[in-house]
């Protein structure tokens, strides 16, 4: 059984990183009037504490997703992920991610992104002229097309990123994840995107949970991603963020920058 996002070998590489098919909404679609958004005070406390958390200088995490989306028949497939990812700032970043469809890494050391496929043996090398992980996010989502809801908590203003495009925002309960108390937030993005977010409710708000539901899209696709093992003590050395191609690995060569007339959904693409 094919999956939609092995048309071509880095679609392939970048969408098996964070366990998603490259879904684009058309531009007509992409065009929404501004407002100011009306969120909760309480949505907005929690989410000024999450990216206050997230902005420390490193730090690393794990995350199980799953991509629900529907094939050309209509029927819903599920494609399953787990990554682990390590974040010094501003940038070096390093994501192994095993799943359905291989065993894929990515490593940024400040001024090239490397994407290699363990399981093809092959990979690919971006140059990030800004040279931060906010940069190399811009440059992978808009040279490949990527759809990348998790780049929001990586940004260096994780809280500003989440909430940009969105609309509404509300707290819907308090619930308990692994024994731990979370709020449930619900937040809308025009056109058609609903998310919500669990963040621990105690002083370091951190994320527990993501779904994110993309209802103007056939069969309304969602991304759910669960996170764990969260670790603000690593200290990574630069070393740990240099890729070296195994003797047997093969690069290949990306072709020229593209001009697009869609817009990525959720991830927002050049705005991650």
């Known amino acids: 059984m094919k ?16 366990g998603f098919v490259p879904i684009q909404v058309p531009a007509a679609q992409a065009t929404t009037q501004q407002k100011k958004p009306a969120i909760s005070e309480e949505a907005s406390a929690a989410l000024m504490g999450m990216g ?10 794990q995350a199980r997703t799953i991509r629900v989306f529907s094939d050309e028949k209509g029927e819903p497939l599920h494609i399953f992920h787990t990554m682990k990812i390590a974040v010094h700032r501003p ?14 890494k990515v490593v940024f050391d400040g001024k090239t992104v490397i994407v290699y496929s363990a399981t093809q043996k092959k990979y690919a090398s971006i140059p990030v002229p800004e040279g931060t992980i906010a940069g190399m996010l ?16 990586l940004t260096e203003a994780p809280n500003k990123a989440f ?33 919500e977010l669990w963040t621990e409710k105690n002083a370091q708000p951190l994320p527990r949970r993501l779904i994110v539901t993309y209802r103007n899209l ?32 093969v690069q290949i060569q990306l072709k020229p920058r593209a001009a697009s007339t869609a817009t990525p959904a959720k991830g927002k693409g050049g705005k991650p």
Not at 143 to 148: K, T, Y
């Open 3 to 18: 999956l939609r996002h092995i048309a071509i070998l880095v679609g392939l590489l970048v969408a098996s990183i964070i």
């Open 52 to 61: 206050q958390a997230l902005r420390a200088e490193q730090f690393s995490f």
């Open 91 to 104: 940038n070096r970043l390093l994501v192994d991610v095993s799943g359905d469809d291989g065993a894929v």
């Open 138 to 153: 811009k440059e992978a989502v808009g040279r490949l097309g990527i759809d990348f809801p998790l780049a929001d908590f």
């Open 163 to 195: 909430l940009t495009g969105v609309t509404e925002g509300t707290v819907v309960n308090t619930v308990t994840i692994d024994g731990v108390p979370c709020l449930h937030m619900f937040f809308v993005q025009p056109p058609g995107i609903e998310l």
């Open 218 to 249: 056939p069969g309304q696709p969602n991304f759910i991603a669960e996170f764990s093992d969260w670790n603000f003590n690593i200290h990574p050395s630069d070393a740990d963020f240099t890729f070296q191609p195994p003797p047997d690995a």
